[in-house]
């Protein structure tokens, strides 16, 4: 299933999500780089020559002033809530879209059903009202259920059945495996290297105490560089995402192992339904800890 067979307000909302998350992180990236930058400016002045020290001075006031800025249009914009928002807002969509071309309540009924489906899209969008304001700029094409939504619904058990295994469960399935491998990778190579960081600063520590002070203050440098990665690493959160995807994968192949089973329909819409309530309940996890992670590092 391709993105544009989804209603269009999956597509925008998925749009507005990833922008904002790029956003969020440039910002985020440039605060940490302006602020080593003055950390680095602060201990050249102290090799420079006096009659150059002003313009150094002028450098570090100008960094600092673009530090404040980027930190105030990162406050200003909330690209950290209208990430969330978005991708909400957007997983929503896709639960509820494959809820309707299954038959899955509340969406088992044919009465009304479209109008139904209508009205909970409706509902999502309106719960997360702040995402109005990006979804206006996303353009809108009408599409609330697409031609191959209404294909797969009205198709027999068996096709139903193919087609959510492949373009659901396992997609689904393979996306959290893939995180999960891609953040444990990430979060070991941060780990190391701040260890590292830490390690040395500890060494030239002692080499100073031993051997006397270096000319600039090389230890304070290694330590601000540390603490840089670490706030990174925190805004990622690539341990706690390994672990999360890593647990999210195992619940969701032990579903996909019963829906493979599954030889009635009904059975088959009853795990459907248990295995869409487990994205849910992964995704509100993932939202509540991001917006913790994104209050402590604004603090």
């Known amino acids: 299933m391709q993105d544009n067979d989804y209603p269009w307000l999956y597509c925008a909302s998925d749009v507005a999500s990833r922008n904002a998350q790029r956003w969020y992180f ?49 406050r200003e914009r909330k690209f950290d809530k209208s990430w969330f928002d978005g991708r909400a807002v957007a997983e929503s969509v896709k639960t509820a879209t494959w809820r309707y ?21 409706d509902e999502i969008r309106r719960a997360r009202s702040a995402i109005s304001v990006s979804l206006a700029t996303r353009g ?17 058990f068996l096709s139903k059945k193919s087609e959510y295994k492949n373009s659901r469960l396992r997609d689904q399935r393979n996306w959290y495996e893939r995180k999960a491998k891609w953040n444990q990778t990430r979060a070991t190579l941060w780990y190391w290297l701040i260890l590292a960081l830490q390690i040395l600063a500890l060494a030239l520590a002692i080499i100073a105490a031993s051997f006397g002070a270096f000319r600039i203050n090389v230890v304070g440098l290694m330590m601000t560089i540390a603490a840089s990665l670490t706030a990174w690493s925190q805004a990622k959160r690539y341990d706690d995402l390994f672990n999360s995807y890593g647990m999210a994968a195992q619940e969701l192949q032990s579903i996909e192992s019963l829906i493979e089973r599954a030889t009635d329909e009904k059975l088959f819409c ?30």
Do not use: N, Y
């Open 26 to 74: 440039r910002l985020l990236a440039s605060q940490l780089t302006l602020f080593f930058s003055v950390s680095l400016l602060g201990l050249v002045t102290q090799l420079v020559a006096l009659e150059r020290k002003p313009k150094v001075l002028v450098l570090i006031s100008i960094l600092l002033g673009l530090a404040i800025i980027s930190m105030l249009v990162g």
């Open 101 to 121: 071309m299954m038959k899955v309540r509340p969406f088992h009924e044919e009465a009304d059903v479209e109008l139904h489906f209508t009205s909970e899209l």
């Open 140 to 156: 809108f094409d009408g599409t609330v259920i697409s031609e191959f939504m209404l294909k797969i619904r009205d198709s027999g």
């Open 270 to 299: 009853e795990l459907v339904d248990q295995f869409e309530s487990a994205i849910s309940r992964e995704h509100t996890m993932w939202c509540g800890k991001r917006s913790a992670t994104s209050i402590s590092l604004r603090s």
